[in-house]
């Protein structure tokens, strides 16, 4: 499961779990982005950080795992390259997914190599309150049916965004992402002014 996890929260961990109950995946291994190749609209907090915050959040979950992957390695981080070095890892053998927000693969035309990426995995697309099967077919047209599944998963409408705004204007976090994240977000005073 890819993504920024700036920071991850419990929208992200659902999804995962949804993802590994109904595809009976042995185990899902979350990876940060080291540096995205996709612009945000906000400065993104250094790696390292959202790297200790999802190995916090994931600790309790025996299925669950981190990979410091795209963030020790240079240049900038694309899912393409982390599911072929996952693909080399693993062998030919083992069936390897790529689990994503449904409203990201909206963009998936404008990723790096998206057709290699479409033969190393399946993508399971996690579709948020808000979002439709509808939504997401567009770019998906190419994409052969059987390599992308979409995944619904209960209401749960939180976002790494309005936490940030959150933790900016001095609100409280609890409920919305694993207590270790919250103490951590608040030790390290991330959110509050500049990243880092």
């Not at 949804?18 to 993104?44: C, M, T, W």
Request: charged share 20%; proline share 7%.
């Amino acid at each position: 499961m890819g993504g920024t996890f700036d920071p991850i929260h419990y929208g992200h961990l659902l999804a995962a779990e949804e993802a590994r109950v109904q595809f009976l995946l042995d185990r899902v291994i979350f990876v940060p982005n080291g540096d995205p190749p996709h612009k945000k609209s906000y400065a993104l907090t250094p790696a390292e950080h959202r790297y200790e915050m999802v190995v916090l959040a994931t600790a309790s979950n025996p299925h669950f795992e981190t990979s410091r992957v795209e963030v020790d390695r240079p240049g900038l981080s694309y899912s393409v390259d982390t599911v072929r070095g996952f693909r080399e890892q693993f062998g030919a053998g083992v069936k390897l997914y790529f689990i994503t927000g449904a409203d990201a693969l909206t963009e998936l035309a404008t990723w790096h190599q998206p057709d290699t990426l479409l033969e190393l995995c399946e993508l399971i697309a996690v579709t948020r309150p808000g979002y439709s099967a509808g939504t997401v077919s567009g770019p998906l047209a190419r994409a052969p049916l059987d390599r992308v599944h979409l995944v619904s998963t209960m209401g749960v409408a939180i976002s790494s965004t309005e936490l940030r705004q959150r933790a900016a204007a001095g609100k409280s976090l609890r409920y919305l992402t694993p207590e270790p994240v919250v103490r951590y977000i608040e030790k390290r005073g991330l959110y509050r002014a500049a990243n880092g």
